[in-house]
């Protein structure tokens, strides 16, 4: 479902906009306001992000957000019913991204079934490798949820052959080492990499990890289907409020 | 991933992508250095050279008398290199270091011990080091941050989360997924994803093997009961390790704090606050909320104050091998000053809990038994603690006057 939508979306657009909230930071009427601009500057899928109190991928900034939504009272039911408002009203798909144990408390079935209820299309789960995910494919696959997981730089060949063999609706290749929101140099050494996900799947890719401005937008066109853009947004906002989200991501993909 | 490395339902490797091929490439340099009889030979000639090792299983015959119960011996792994068992793992895994070649360490501290530990290890063997260490933890253990910078350490406050142990694995973790290629993580404790708590473990196993031969030695016999304290379970999986196929009572004490009816302790296997979850790469018990969410511990013992507990002692709870007992804040600075004053002995506020239950079991059992304390560090660190704990006028009159000089 998420792949036949992307392809779709992609027919249209050279590169695909991914965008990344912790939802409930810096509120829930903020979070809301931030989709709304994004979706309205054109962003093709979104990443939701349940917080966690060990977001042990996430750099300063994102981990930062994470902590404030916590301490702001969010809760998983919460960060559900806000995924469910926003995936009814907004006419792109939604990911879930959280750590496992979020989905292990819940209960993983329960925990497929709210987002299938809720209209959520897909998840990212940073955590969880696909030798330890049995139940939550067999879960997201009883429900049409595509599980999205993970390509890095050093994963092998064979490797990205068996991620690939579970992986749905897209898949996210890590541009390089290290946490999110450091700065990337995308260099040759990224075109080979790419060239090896591409050889490992068929999927629509997702590059991240340090994309922030046109210019690595522009890079990464005819490279991969999706660029995604997360701890910037964060950072525009910290900087900018949320009225600074709209202009910035259009001006990632429009006229310059 | 090569391996996943579970105890009963416990355990596993929880880690991002990225990681993915270093840990595999410690697992086979775990499984190469296990498989190579050389290398334990090379590991307990560095450990009797550089730290004191065998150390002593000493005979507390003033505490034997003063309890009227079982006979006390209390295994001294004070008297390692650094105060404290820590540097059983460190020293082990910086010769895996050495065979993987790589040239920087880095590692998590709560206590201050296992930095401590961790600093001198890559002083002795020439890496770069970085120790992550949660802001109220530097706070509480200056002395041990002192002593890292001295041996060229930097020592990084950690100020996100609940800014303790928990925070700074986070931390160290995130230098990890960028530093990999030269770095190497040396995680302190027998947690974490696979293959930690199994190699933690086996390198603290010589706390273990050597106790079981020296009570039988100056006893003759198997020791009715083990004590250790729990906080992510080395000491305990240490010397647990030499009694696992013996007919021992094997007991682990964790951080009562104010009480487990307060909420405000750090009791994973003894208290009913704890359940399973997934977080640090690893599945086990954690204090969490509903949601999954970490909740803060508290406990006297900054090496105590941890969220998780290791995946084995998870599963020998779960087998009935190992029982589980908490001792409050209160009772381990009690133990501690009765130790001291008894013996002669200064154990680590961590070590005093084991201290406790053995105080309040000894008196119920035989002079014909004998029941083995871990006293897992040396308490001279707990310094400032300790004296604040006994309200020891004249140290508080001496700290007075040494920051007047400092004003001066």
């Known amino acids: 479902m998420l792949e036949a939508i992307l392809r779709s979306r992609r027919e249209e657009q050279e590169i695909l906009l991914m965008t990344h909230i912790v939802i409930g930071y810096p509120s829930f009427d903020d979070s809301l306001r931030v989709v709304e601009a994004m979706v309205e500057a054109g962003v093709d899928v979104m990443e939701l992000q349940i917080p966690f109190s060990e977001p042990i991928a996430d750099g300063p900034v994102i981990l930062h957000a994470n902590q404030q939504s916590l301490a702001a009272g969010s809760s998983v039911d919460l960060c559900f019913e806000f995924g469910e408002a926003v995936s009814r009203r907004f006419d792109i798909p939604f990911l879930l991204m959280t750590y496992y144990n979020i989905l292990f408390k819940h209960g993983i079935d329960a925990f497929a079934q709210r987002m299938a209820d809720a209209g959520l299309a897909g998840a990212i789960v940073p955590d969880l490798p696909p030798e330890e995910a049995d139940e939550y494919l067999a879960a997201m696959q009883k429900r049409d949820l595509a599980p999205i997981f993970i390509f890095s730089p050093n994963t092998s060949d064979a490797r990205m052959g068996e991620i690939a063999r579970v992986a749905k609706g897209l898949v996210y290749c890590v541009a390089r080492k290290g946490v999110t929101g450091a700065d990337t140099t995308f260099s040759e050494d990224l075109d080979a990499y790419l060239a090896r996900c591409r050889a490992a799947t068929d999927l629509p890719l997702a590059l991240g990890f340090g994309v922030k401005d046109r210019a690595d937008v522009d890079h990464l066109r005819g490279r991969v289907d999706l660029a995604v853009i997360g701890t910037q947004t964060i950072r525009v906002m910290d900087e900018q409020g949320v009225d600074g989200v709209k202009p910035f991501i259009e001006g990632l993909r429009g006229p310059a | ?408």
């Open chain 2, 1 to 408: 991933m090569r391996e996943r490395g579970y105890y009963g339902d416990f355990g596993g490797s929880f880690i991002p992508e990225i990681l993915v091929a270093t840990f595999d490439e410690l697992v086979d340099a775990f499984a190469e250095a296990k498989a190579d009889p050389a290398f334990w030979r090379e590991y307990e000639t560095l450990m009797s050279s550089y730290s004191c090792r065998p150390t002593p299983l000493t005979y507390a015959e003033n505490l034997t008398e003063h309890f009227g119960g079982g006979r006390i011996f209390i295994k001294r792994e004070d008297l390692n290199h650094t105060g404290a068992h820590k540097a059983n793992n460190v020293m082990g895994q910086g010769l895996i270091v050495k065979r993987m070649g790589k040239q920087r360490v880095i590692a998590e501290t709560g206590a201050g011990q296992h930095g401590v530990a961790a600093a001198t290890m890559a002083a002795k063997f020439g890496f770069d080091c970085t120790i992550y260490m949660g802001e109220v933890d530097v706070q509480r253990q200056r002395p041990n941050v002192f002593w890292m910078e001295q041996l060229g350490a930097e020592v990084v406050p950690v100020s996100s989360g609940t800014r303790i142990l928990k925070d700074a694995i986070n931390e160290a973790f995130r230098d990890w997924v960028t530093n990999m290629d030269t770095t190497h993580y040396v995680l302190g404790t027998a947690c974490g994803p696979h293959p930690f708590p199994e190699m933690v473990t086996w390198f603290q196993s010589i706390i273990g093997s050597e106790a079981r031969r020296q009570v039988l030695e100056q006893t003759g016999q198997l020791p009715a009961r083990v004590y250790a304290c729990v906080g992510g379970g080395s000491n305990a999986m240490g010397i647990f390790s030499g009694f696992l196929d013996d007919p021992v009572e094997l007991v682990g004490v964790e951080a009562g704090g104010r009480g487990l009816e307060t909420g405000e302790h750090a009791s994973r296997l003894a208290s009913d606050d704890a359940s399973v979850g997934i977080a640090q790469g690893y599945k086990t018990y954690f204090l969490q909320d509903g949601d999954g969410q970490m909740k803060e511990t508290h406990s006297i013992a900054a090496g105590l104050d941890y969220v998780g507990v290791s995946p084995i002692l998870a599963d020998l709870r779960e087998a009935g091998r190992v029982r589980f007992a908490a001792a409050t804040d209160e009772e381990v600075v009690e133990a501690l000053r009765l130790t001291i004053r008894k013996e002669g002995l200064i154990p680590a506020l961590e070590s005093s809990h084991g201290f406790v239950q053995a105080f309040k079991e000894a008196p119920t059992l035989s002079r014909d038994d004998v029941i083995v304390i871990n006293q897992s560090g040396r308490g001279d660190k707990d310094i400032f603690t300790v004296a604040d704990a006994i309200g020891d006028p004249k140290w508080k009159q001496f700290i007075r006057e040494k920051a007047e000089e400092y004003d001066a």
